[in-house]
């Protein structure tokens, strides 16, 4: 009864094991070396998503102004959409110029152009651009949070929620450092997105005339080599936050520091996640979308044969000195039978490491090929007799 009863006991701590969160277990080192005062952070490499250093990352946390990394991302993906244009006319309300806090200082009933809307957001952290977005988008705040919550679960940021687009202090408004790299790295496949990260100092023309200056609140994108975005965030609830980016050679980081004690050190500690992440890791491409994986014959179609690319890329990330110890194995038929269609899944790309299944990613076509014509079938037969 003693060994059932120890067996049983055994059996459950195991499940609990296994039931619990894994974004720590994927970390390919502790970094013991690395000391930090912030409550959480994490530092992740973007194109595999690895994670290199954790503390407390999946703890719920206030994030404070890296709300706006969300309403970011949102504007961005209009635009993508075509749903609106750098240079659209946005009219803005009194109650976005009333926002206070961070602010550009716009005027009510005037009509701003969405370029410096979001140039402002995502330079000088500005609350009245963030909410006169919002309204644009959405016609009010709140709509647009419901749409912000939503994206949020689409991401899989699953410890994540928002009560307003600014990330002043509010009821039932948290993140944490895993979901804001996860929400970080979404935003960085926006090339636009740099347009504006990247400037250090700027002016908002206001359409009376006047100007505000706009400073990047982000200091690396000046101070730190390769860092070329990012979002920060303060308040006395969630102390000093950032989330920022960074590249060197053909490895780009995403880091998050939240709850350091003052703003320097959140810069500090974000520079030393870096450091640590370039001094000691490297990243490898294991599959590249670029390239074509490989040319196939196409029977019976107008086109001779078409290349395969993979549907995404791939990179692995290990730590200096060590062997990569990765395998792609690439699943191919021997030829296509048109037609084909540009989008068309037609094998695998599967990444594993010590037999197990890392990554598996669609080989596809980009281009069309259109089925010959029968009697574009019978002079092929001739011309080969």
Known sequence: MKKFCLSFVCLIFVAIFLLLPTTSQVCLAKGEDVDLSCKSAVLMEYDSGQTLYAKNEGEKLPVASMVKMMTILLSLEELKDGNVKLDSKITTSENASKMGGSQVFIDPYEQYTFDDLLKSVIMASANDASVALAEYFNGS????????????????????????????????????????????????????????????????????????????????????????????????????????????????????????????????????????????????????????IKTLPVLKGEENNVNVFAKEGFSAVVKKGDNLGFETKIDLPQNLTAKVKAGDVVGMATVTKDGNIIKKIPLIVKNDVKRMSVFGQAKQIVSKW
């Not at 419901?146 to 002043?168: F, I, P």
């Not at 944490?176 to 740099?194: C, N, P, W």
């Not at 023309?205 to 080599?225: A, C, I, M, Q, W």
């Not at 979002?231 to 939240?258: I, P």
Request: with cysteine; proline share 2%; aromatic share 10%.
């Open 141 to 292: 705040e709140k709509a647009f949070v419901n749409r912000m919550n939503k994206k949020a679960k689409e991401l899989g940021m699953k410890n994540t929620h928002y009560s307003n687009c600014t990330g002043l202090p509010a009821a039932e408004q948290y993140s944490t450092a895993f979901d804001s790299a996860i929400l970080l790295k979404e935003i960085l496949k926006h090339d636009i997105y740099h347009k504006y990260s990247t400037i250090w100092m700027d002016k908002l023309v206001h359409p009376s005339g006047r100007e505000t200056e706009l400073v990047n609140t982000n200091k690396l994108v000046r101070f730190y080599d390769g860092c070329d975005g990012g979002k920060t965030g303060s308040t006395n609830e969630a102390g000093c936050c950032l989330g920022a980016s960074a590249k060197r050679g053909d490895m780009r980081l995403v880091s998050v520091v939240l709850g350091a004690p003052n703003s320097k050190s959140r810069f500090n500690e974000t520079a030393t996640l870096f450091n640590y992440g370039f001094n000691n890791f490297r990243s490898e491409k294991l599959v590249d979308e670029l390239s074509a």
